[in-house]
T-cell receptor, first 116, second 114 residues
Framework: GNSVTQMEGPVTLSEEAFLTINCTYT??????LFWYVQYPGEGLQLLLK?????DKGSNKGFEATYRKETTSFHLEKGSVQVSDSAVYFC???????????????FGTGTSLTVIP | GAGVSQSPSNKVTEKGKDVELRCDPI?????LYWYRQRLGQGLEFLIY????????KSGLPSDRFSAERTGESVSTLTIQRTQQEDSAVYLC????????????FGSGTRLTVV
């Protein structure tokens, strides 16, 4: 079946530190991979995505590379800011093998707090 | 509309009362999803609509939960005889069609059952 496992938080970093949030997946088909971000008091927003192996998604200084050999999609940012404090969700979409509408599989979320 | 709109943004209700949550998807989005997010936890799938039919209701936690959708527009999620464990943020998302393009989420309805 399909599933997503992401690193547990919470994660606390100082401003300008390097961020990595690990995400690994299990899929029976050819999934697309996503990172969503949820800022305090808001809904989820799509941060970046990659639709095939070796693709790199990037947005707002964040990057993640779709690694089929390690079934991973780790989120990285070289220098975090206080405004990056949020909960980050890794997700998988596998429309080719799913015959139901629940085609997105979310990780449990990783809370990031960046301190000045 | 420009985004997915949910109402109310906050709802406090007494245990045993019924509540109705509303979702207005992005115009033209045929697929609509409801998720539940309990405090500090991930997203729990509830139900999916393709147009106004619901091919997947597998996530509804009990028969107290129901949902409907009018055409390819508004959806309502109804919780009857609310319990304290129903307290959560209820998120709605829509996509142009099934999954592949990424969901656009609403800001959610925070439900508190007291």
């Amino acid at each position: 079946g399909n599933s997503v496992t992401q690193m547990e938080g919470p994660v606390t970093l100082s401003e300008e530190a390097f961020l990595t949030i690990n995400c690994t997946y299990t899929a029976t088909g050819y999934p697309s991979l996503f990172w969503y971000v949820q800022y305090p008091g808001e809904g989820l927003q799509l941060l970046l995505k990659a639709t095939k192996a070796d693709d790199k998604g990037s947005n707002k200084g964040f990057e993640a590379t779709y690694r089929k050999e390690t079934t991973s999609f780790h989120l990285e940012k070289g220098s975090v800011q206080v405004s990056d404090s949020a909960v980050y969700f890794c997700a998988l979409s596998d429309i080719y093998t799913s015959n139901t509408g629940n085609q997105f599989y979310f990780g449990t979320g990783t809370s990031l707090t960046v301190i000045p | 509309g420009a985004g997915v709109s949910q109402s109310p943004s906050n709802k406090v209700t007494e245990k045993g009362k019924d509540v109705e949550l509303r979702c207005d998807p992005i115009s033209g989005h045929t697929a609509l999803y409801w998720y539940r997010q309990r405090l500090g936890q991930g997203l729990e799938f509830l139900i999916y609509f393709q147009g106004n039919s619901a091919p997947d209701k597998s996530g509804l936690p009990s028969d107290r939960f129901s949902a409907e959708r009018t055409g390819e527009s508004v959806s309502t999620l109804t919780i009857q005889r609310t319990q304290q464990e129903d307290s959560a943020v209820y998120l709605c998302a829509s996509t142009p069609r099934q999954g592949h393009y990424g969901y656009t989420f609403g800001s959610g309805t925070r439900l508190t059952v007291v």
